[in-house]
């Protein structure tokens, strides 16, 4: 199954040991990009790792840019100001409810219900086009910056974020009136592709998907960065470890990060959009880490320095591979068909799990 079956959302391939149309057993096959970006980043500087970040979880690009800047900032004791661990906060979260969308409305698709995908893209526009009018990027952003931020916000930004969660306030429960209500698409993710919290745990399962079998894993909530520590929000859990209770998790994260938004956003200290920083960054030698909370889970930023312009070894601890391999877990012994939803209730970006 794949690597261009349209259910596996890239380069992924899946060798399925079947009988008849049941899995007995799956082995991912993942590779297939080969970019090397760990060993790219040995060779150019710390500024120029951020634009590498971007493509590994495409749609959380925001969040990987923040992990690298994190963990540089912190190796240099380096504080930012104010203005922009909020501005880094509410893109995260907008960054977060894009990814959500996009992931709501092809796992639709994925089941057979092609109007999710039109609602869905709608939506994630208003997002698209206030990044786009930030930073002048629609997916691969690079606007976090060791030390800040590229620049400053747009002048409308606050006005046209405001907008946008009126808006989507409105629209986010037609979401449940399309698909979660239904009943075909019920009996085909309520009890599928069980995942019990101590699989979560041992697999490394993070993010909704781990969260969906009540593994409290929230990198937000349990180790806060940026400005999330000035902000209430819940950690959204489900104990039933199935299909549904993972799509679960990831409609009431959209609810999370709205109220998170909506904290933060007439709230925006004034004042520099950067900390004042070397044009050559140089990390004392030591070993650095930083996670932060992408849309699929924990993100791991791991830099070994040896006090020179570029890392000596990098490592990231990316979110979709952990989440992959349990697939032969909770997917063997059902259909070939349930294996779609299964597969797609993981919310699966291909490009983060390659090595």
């Given at each position: 199954?794949?690597?261009?079956?349209?259910?596996?959302?890239?380069?992924?391939?899946?060798?399925?040991?079947?009988?008849?149309?049941?899995?007995?057993?799956?082995?991912?096959?993942?590779?297939?990009?080969?970019?090397?970006?760990?060993?790219?980043?040995?060779?150019?500087?710390?500024?120029?790792?951020?634009?590498?970040?971007?493509?590994?979880?495409?749609?959380?690009?925001?969040?990987?840019?923040?992990?690298?800047?994190?963990?540089?900032?912190?190796?240099?004791?380096?504080?930012?100001?104010?203005?922009?661990?909020?501005?880094?906060?509410?893109?995260?979260?907008?960054?977060?409810?894009?990814?959500?969308?996009?992931?709501?409305?092809?796992?639709?698709?994925?089941?057979?219900?092609?109007?999710?995908?039109?609602?869905?893209?709608?939506?994630?526009?208003?997002?698209?086009?206030?990044?786009?009018?930030?930073?002048?990027?629609?997916?691969?952003?690079?606007?976090?910056?060791?030390?800040?931020?590229?620049?400053?916000?747009?002048?409308?930004?606050?006005?046209?974020?405001?907008?946008?969660?009126?808006?989507?306030?409105?629209?986010?429960?037609?979401?449940?009136?399309?698909?979660?209500?239904?009943?075909?698409?019920?009996?085909?993710?309520?009890?599928?592709?069980?995942?019990?919290?101590?699989?979560?745990?041992?697999?490394?399962?993070?993010?909704?998907?781990?969260?969906?079998?009540?593994?409290?894993?929230?990198?937000?909530?349990?180790?806060?960065?940026?400005?999330?520590?000035?902000?209430?929000?819940?950690?959204?859990?489900?104990?039933?470890?199935?299909?549904?209770?993972?799509?679960?998790?990831?409609?009431?994260?959209?609810?999370?990060?709205?109220?998170?938004?909506?904290?933060?956003?007439?709230?925006?200290?004034?004042?520099?959009?950067?900390?004042?920083?070397?044009?050559?960054?140089?990390?004392?030698?030591?070993?650095?880490?930083?996670?932060?909370?992408?849309?699929?889970?924990?993100?791991?930023?791991?830099?070994?320095?040896?006090?020179?312009?570029?890392?000596?070894?990098?490592?990231?601890?990316?979110?979709?591979?952990?989440?992959?391999?349990?697939?032969?877990?909770?997917?063997?012994?059902n259909k070939i068909a349930d294996l779609v939803a299964i597969s797609g209730s993981l919310d699966l970006v291909i490009p983060d799990i390659d090595r």
């Amino acid at each position: 199954m794949g690597p261009q079956h349209p259910s596996t959302h890239g380069v992924l391939r899946f060798e399925l040991c079947l009988k008849g149309e049941t899995v007995k057993y799956i082995i991912p096959h993942c590779g297939y990009i080969h970019r090397g970006i760990e060993k790219m980043c040995e060779k150019i500087t710390y500024q120029q790792i951020i634009h590498l970040t971007d493509r590994f979880d495409y749609l959380s690009a925001h969040m990987n840019n923040e992990a690298v800047c994190l963990a540089v900032e912190n190796a240099l004791e380096v504080e930012v100001p104010e203005r922009v661990k909020y501005i880094r906060t509410i893109l995260a979260e907008l960054n977060r409810i894009a990814s959500h969308q996009l992931w709501w409305c092809a796992f639709g698709m994925d089941l057979g219900a092609l109007t999710t995908f039109f609602y869905g893209l709608r939506d994630r526009e208003y997002i698209l086009d206030i990044f786009e009018e930030s930073f002048g990027s629609r997916l691969l952003h690079s606007f976090n910056y060791p030390g800040g931020l590229m620049h400053d916000i747009h002048p409308d930004f606050q006005k046209k974020v405001k907008e946008f969660i009126k808006y989507f306030r409105k629209k986010l429960p037609e979401y449940d009136q399309l698909l979660t209500g239904n009943i075909i698409f019920q009996q085909r993710a309520i009890g599928m592709g069980y995942m019990s919290k101590e699989d979560a745990i041992s697999y490394g399962v993070t993010g909704p998907s781990g969260r969906g079998s009540g593994f409290k894993c929230d990198v937000r909530k349990h180790h806060p960065y940026s400005a999330y520590s000035k902000v209430d929000f819940k950690e959204i859990l489900y104990t039933e470890g199935d299909t549904f209770a993972r799509y679960k998790a990831r409609i009431d994260e959209m609810w999370e990060s709205m109220n998170i938004i909506e904290q933060l956003i007439d709230n925006i200290p004034a004042g520099d959009f950067t900390a004042k920083m070397k044009p050559i960054i140089k990390l004392p030698v030591g070993d650095y880490f930083q996670r932060v909370e992408t849309a699929r889970g924990e993100l791991g930023c791991y830099i070994v320095s040896d006090g020179n312009k570029n890392p000596l070894r990098v490592k990231f601890r990316t979110p979709n591979f952990s989440n992959l391999f349990v697939i032969n877990k909770i997917a063997s012994g059902n259909k070939i068909a349930d294996l779609v939803a299964i597969s797609g209730s993981l919310d699966l970006v291909i490009p983060d799990i390659d090595r």
